[in-house]
């Protein structure tokens, strides 16, 4: 917890330098982001949360903090429409049942590494430098549980590596549909740097997942 909080610190800090420089000559109340592009580094801070399935089976997510980037182009001074990205890694421990025999049980830990892309939206509600907000997204989202499911062979590129012919290891996942909806507020500290935070809700196409619910604090930069 302490190291996610010095994270959104560090955010904080960063956005009130980056937009020191220009807050002399931003005009009380002057809007810019009319017409123009924004870039956002973006944050997103689940609790921790049990799943429970068949036969006593369970799964506990840790806590985490999860990371993304987000590309928008402002139609006016309310509707923002564009691109995101995000990722995360979180712990857990979780419970396997034998479907044969419930009384022989294993228990594992490993990482829940999700990836999502998708569409996003957002309403400014008030034509103004400090307004509240609605947004929501819908896209793709890549689930792995790490958890392994046997050997594959052939020749692969590694970013570190370079080229590397072996087997590799296969694990479960799967490939879902993801949507949220959230709301927030939004300060524009000058006219280049903003900062956002809210929270969301999001929902998977798996019927084991359930609502997921999210804080998150952005910092943008328009241009």
């Known amino acids: 917890m302490r190291k996610i909080l010095f994270l959104l610190t560090v955010i904080l800090i960063l ?42 089976s369970f799964v506990n997510l840790n806590s985490d903090l999860g990371w993304g980037f987000g590309f928008g182009y402002n139609i006016n001074h309310n509707f923002n429409i564009g691109l995101l990205f995000t990722w995360r890694s979180v712990p857990y421990a979780a419970r396997a049942v034998n479907a044969d025999d419930p009384s022989e049980t294993s228990d594992y830990s490993a990482n829940l590494s999700t990836s999502t892309f998708g569409l996003s939206g957002e309403y400014n509600i008030l034509k103004k430098k400090f307004t509240p907000y609605v947004n929501g997204s819908f896209g793709w989202m890549h689930i792995n549980t790490n958890i392994p499911a046997g050997w594959t062979s052939g020749c692969w590129w590694y970013p570190y590596w370079g080229y590397v012919c072996g087997p590799v290891p ?5 490939n879902e549909t993801a949507y949220t909806a959230g709301l927030g507020l939004r300060y524009e500290t000058s006219e280049t740097v903003f900062l956002r935070g809210g929270y969301e809700w999001g929902w998977v196409s798996l019927d084991e997942m359930e609502t997921a619910g999210m804080m998150r604090i952005d910092i943008g930069f328009m241009f």
């Open 15 to 56: 956005a009130t330098v980056a937009s020191a420089a220009q807050a002399q000559s931003y005009k009380r109340g002057e809007l810019t982001r009319e017409g123009r592009w924004d870039f956002t580094i973006q944050t997103r801070y689940t609790s921790s949360s049990e799943y429970t399935g068949e036969d006593g």
């Open 170 to 174: 296969l694990t479960y996942g799967s």
